[in-house]
């Protein structure tokens, strides 16, 4: 029997990754398959099934599924051990968008990105979640690489709601992601004002997701006050059903993130019949195809305009709304689960 | 048809359109990318210093009064320990962080030195 061990450098309840093994061990069990899940860090609230690493003990012959996203504390001893190795490599963010507002953690992003050079020498193969993300490793010298999209399960968020071809009342903007500098909350926030001062005063902006640090929750939170005052809403610690319930209620989903391994939310904006309007930065591109709208420009006022646009022409957002359920099919489970057990075998057979 | 591939297109024209009108007067368009080193180098002073609020001292779980009060208080009859503990770790930040200075400061030297000097060719 096959046995697959996967290994985070961290967990927790309401994170993309650990979210993505669970499903993953529910598919090896599907397929016979046996083995463990593991973590060095794991964040209180975790109810799901991931064991400390530090009790890892593989047979000869598992393989090591190794979810890189951050540093990883023992990566010599990870290194050592014999099995066959298979790397998925969800991006690890750049550190100097960190160090200001949240030193440890661009203290483990700078140490995973050191890692990466170390891993791409050591596994059989080395995967990634996008082509962005796989060219990073090809870059470091990685011959044999494999493309296997985030797997998400959008049924969690609940069903989408039938949407009206016109915005009526006051017209909701959202975003969703860790309020962290590379994500570019702070540009979001101006951008909205603009928009809300020339073309909605009654505009509302929703940005969801836990803060990188207290000190640049506080600081967006500031930012949104007082440029908006009583228009944005921050909010962390949602639930699937809850964060469902955003993404009916918005109108439009906006991303001016400016680093992305993958960026899911584009996907959940798609599954809700949301327009997208987002920056083409990373794996950004590949992720939204034709399904949205990508605005590289510096100025903010043309992603004011571009929002203005969006929400005001209903036949441009029915449009949006088919290419979305359209990109949606590229990114199928069963699609997706081929090409992990793909990889796995091609991990098992390598020399 | 309203084509997403015009979309673009059209807001550029529009934010022109309403920027020669006179609105959009206070947008800038923001630099791209992350903050400059400079503003990480300054923050490597500010956290040389260390100092641990104790408000960070929490439980998360459920009910975790009493254990945050408990991690409090064992906080307080450590701290004798602790204190030099942060006295020793903020010295060495402090006099590493003037190496690293003094090491930068020493590079610039023999940089400036070596762009001066003539050329001797092989």
């Known amino acids: 029997m096959i046995r697959v061990h996967q290994l985070l ?66 990566l010599d001893e990870l290194m050592a051990l014999p099995n066959p190795k298979l790397l998925l490599y969800h991006n690890v963010t750049p550190p100097h968008w960190l160090w200001e507002h949240a030193p440890m953690v661009a203290a483990h992003c700078a140490a995973g990105r ?23 490793l090809a870059e470091l010298g990685a011959t044999r690489t494999a493309v296997i999209p985030l ?18 009342g006051a017209p909701t903007v959202l975003f969703v992601g860790r309020l962290s500098p590379h994500k570019r909350q702070d540009e979001l926030i101006r951008t909205f004002a603009l928009y809300r001062r020339y073309r909605a005063p009654d505009a509302r902006l929703v940005l969801v997701g836990d803060p990188i640090s207290d000190s640049y929750g506080a600081l967006l939170a500031r930012l949104a006050r007082s440029l908006a005052p009583g228009a944005v809403r921050i909010e962390t ?57 990508l605005v590289a420009d510096a100025d903010p006022a043309v992603v004011a305009e571009l929002l203005h646009l969006v929400l005001g022409d209903a036949e441009l957002r029915s449009e949006l709304r088919r290419r979305g359920r359209a990109r949606l099919s590229d990114f199928q489970p069963d699609v997706i689960a081929g090409r992990l057990r793909a990889a796995v075998e091609a991990a098992l057979s390598a020399p | 048809m309203s084509a997403p591939e015009d979309a673009l297109g059209r807001a550029r024209a529009a934010a022109a359109q309403m920027r020669a009108s006179g609105a959009y007067a206070e947008a800038r368009a923001t630099r791209p990318g ?52 942060i006295s020793e770790q903020t010295r060495f930040n402090v006099m590493l962080l003037g190496y690293v200075r003094r090491l930068e400061s020493r590079i610039e030297e023999l940089e400036a030195q070596a762009s001066s000097e003539p050329d001797l060719g092989p």
């Open chain 1, 151 to 168: 797997l998400i399960e959008l049924d969690r968020l609940g069903p989408a709601a039938p949407r009206a071809p016109e915005v009526t």
């Open chain 2, 34 to 85: 992350p903050p400059p080193p400079e503003a990480a180098e300054l923050k490597l002073y500010q956290w040389a210093l260390i100092e641990p609020d104790i408000a960070h001292v929490r439980s998360l779980r459920r009910f975790g009064a009493p254990v945050t009060a408990l991690k409090r208080l064992l906080l307080r009859l450590l701290v004798q320990y602790h204190v030099q503990l």
């Open chain 1, 114 to 136: 050191e890692q990466l050079h170390e891993l791409v020498g050591a596994v059989q193969l080395a995967a990634a979640d996008s082509a962005f993300n796989a060219g990073e």
């Open chain 1, 9 to 74: 450098s961290g967990a927790g309840p309401h994170d993309a990754i650990t979210t993505e093994a669970l499903v993953f061990r529910g598919l090896f069990s599907a397929w016979g398959w046996g083995g463990e899940d593991y973590a060095y860090r794991i964040a209180p609230g975790l109810e799901a099934g991931i064991t400390d690493a530090l009790r890892l003990r593989p047979e000869p012959g598992d393989v090591l599924l190794l979810h890189h996203s951050a540093g990883w504390p023992r």
């Open chain 1, 237 to 293: 610690g949602l639930s699937p059903n809850e964060l469902g319930d955003r993404f009916r209620a918005a109108d439009a989903f906006v991303c001016l993130s400016e680093h992305e391994g993958f960026c899911i939310p584009l996907l959940e904006a798609f599954h809700f019949g949301l327009p997208v309007i987002a920056r083409p930065a990373g794996a950004i591109p590949e992720v939204v195809g034709d399904a949205g709208l």
